[in-house]
């Protein structure tokens, strides 16, 4: 199977911003973008984008799950980086309209059709190195993906990192590029030197979230995860989660953690650790790797109210339970 985002629809959908406006979205072909050498993203990393998947159901239906809250946040994506603002109602229309036209290409449960919308800043001006961008290309791609845990959920590895930080404190809750490449040189050399699959960046002690996932710890019948503030992306998988989990009858704890009250925690058994994200909805971690020593999370492997939060998200995503918080948005074809 292809990896994961490395398979494109032949076509996508764009809006320029120009002269204080939007034009009309077209459709286009996906495998190329004209920008002036000279275009602010290239430069000054004017850019933001999103993720959100559309899911087939049973009869053939497809259904674009909890879009408004992406909408929403590349909304304010784009206006913490100075971007010209999103115009909210056209996104909408654009992620409607580009699904709606490969929806018979939408892959079965466990796959998914994901949906990349990306907005950067065109303006050839390298002068602008303080200035924002005055235009704007935002475009949506599509990327059908199959199941992301073929071959099983197999507990990763994940280094404790005290030092260092995964992007600047307020660039946190910003979809943006430039904070992925921020983390790559750390999640390299822990991939090397630990064999870690991720690092859970925990700056000062305070345990925030991975390279690309949020992190979740349960606790028994407790779920604990940190409260939102500007130092990291408040995921949508997050919350729909904590809401999951809230009419579970569990009891969710948004609140800072530290690196010793996670450690003490992980070593009690029942104690389950997971990384959140619309790609992997949940994966479990099963070790912590600090001070190069290697501590296991419950019984080191996949545990059971991770597996369970799982599938009750994923029955909702494939219409095979209730959608009753009103997730879902159907598309007409
Ligand atoms: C996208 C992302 C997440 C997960 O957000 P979802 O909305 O659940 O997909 C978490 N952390 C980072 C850094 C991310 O980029």
């Not at 984008?49 to 674009?64: C, T």
């Not at 949020?214 to 995921?235: P, V, Y």
């Not at 020593?293 to 991770?306: D, H, N």
């Not at 369970?308 to 009753?324: H, M, P, T, Y």
Request: some cysteine.
């Amino acid at each position: 199977m292809a990896a994961f985002g490395t398979v494109f629809m032949p076509q996508m959908i764009q809006a320029h911003f120009t002269d204080n406006a939007w034009s009309e979205s077209s459709v286009v072909p996906s495998d190329k973008i004209e920008l002036h050498a000279g275009a602010h993203v290239l430069h000054y990393s004017s850019t933001c984008f999103e993720g959100l998947k559309a899911f087939r159901h049973e009869d053939g239906s497809v259904y674009i799950f909890r879009m408004d809250a992406n909408i929403a946040r590349m909304k304010q994506s784009s206006h913490l980086l100075s971007l010209p603002e999103v115009d909210g109602p056209m996104l909408e229309k654009m992620i409607i309209d580009i699904v709606r036209q490969y929806a018979d290409e939408t892959p079965l449960p466990p796959g998914s059709m994901y949906i990349r919308p990306t907005h950067i800043g065109t303006e050839a001006a390298i002068g602008k190195a303080a200035v924002p961008s005055l235009s704007s290309l935002l475009y949506v791609l599509l990327s059908p993906v199959g199941d992301y845990f073929a071959g099983g959920a197999t507990a990763l590895r994940v280094l404790l990192e005290e030092d260092g930080m995964r992007c600047a404190p307020h660039m946190g809750m910003i979809k943006s590029g430039g904070n992925y490449a921020s983390a790559l040189a750390p999640i390299t050399a822990a991939r090397i030197q630990h064999k870690a699959d991720q690092i859970l960046f925990c700056p000062g002690g305070d345990v925030q979230e991975t390279g690309a996932a949020n992190f979740i710890l349960i606790d028994g019948n407790e779920i604990i995860t940190k409260a939102l503030d500007s130092t990291f992306l408040h995921g949508v998988t997050r919350s729909s989660i904590l809401t999951i989990a809230k009419d579970l009858g569990m009891t969710v704890s948004e609140r800072n953690f530290t690196v010793t009250e996670l450690l003490e925690r992980a070593a009690k058994p029942g104690t389950e650790a997971a990384l959140s994200g619309t790609a992997a909805v949940l994966t479990p971690v099963g070790t912590f790797i600090h001070n190069d020593k290697e501590y296991k999370v419950g019984t080191g492997e996949a545990g059971p109210t991770t597996m369970r939060l799982r599938q009750v998200l994923n029955d909702i995503q494939w219409g095979k339970a209730q959608d009753k918080h009103g997730w879902l948005t159907k598309i007409d074809v």
